[in-house]
Nanobody
Framework: QVQLIESGGGSVQAGDSLRLSCAAS????????MGWFRQAPGKEREFVAA????????DYADSEKGRFTISRESAKNTVYLQMNSLKFEDTAIYYC???????????????????WGQGTQVTVSS
């Protein structure tokens, strides 16, 4: 059974950092494209970052490049999202997701991900 459990969210000040974790079970994070998405109140779910098996190929939304880093730790079967220089507009629920198939293609479309965690809230005060 595929499970994704996010943690690490919280309330911080603008300029602070947070590291989100996504603990996976039922499969290996090394075998699939893993992504992070976020959804703010009243807005659609949007792509944040993704990492492809091997961890050597990553993709970021333009607004996150240089501030966020996605990584994975095979031994813990966990994917991370390090978020630095947080801004008020980063406030959202952050979701971890796994691509539905083993396609070796990173997609920014949430429809390409068939498994989702429950989300973790990130609140940034300005």
């Amino acid at each position: 059974q595929v499970q994704l459990i996010e943690s690490g969210g919280g309330s911080v000040q603008a300029g602070d950092s947070l590291r989100l974790s996504c603990a996976a079970s039922g499969f290996s994070v090394s075998d699939y494209v893993m992504g992070w998405f976020r959804q703010a109140p009243g807005k659609e779910r949007e792509f944040v970052a993704a990492i492809m098996w091997g961890g050597q190929i990553t993709d970021y939304a333009d607004s996150e490049k240089g501030r966020f880093t996605i990584s994975r730790e095979s031994a813990k079967n966990t994917v991370y999202l390090q978020m630095n220089s947080l801004k008020f507009e980063d406030t959202a629920i952050y979701y971890c997701a796994r691509r539905s198939s083993r396609d070796r293609i990173i997609t920014r479309n949430p429809l390409g991900y068939g498994y989702w965690g429950q989300g973790t809230q990130v609140t940034v005060s300005s």
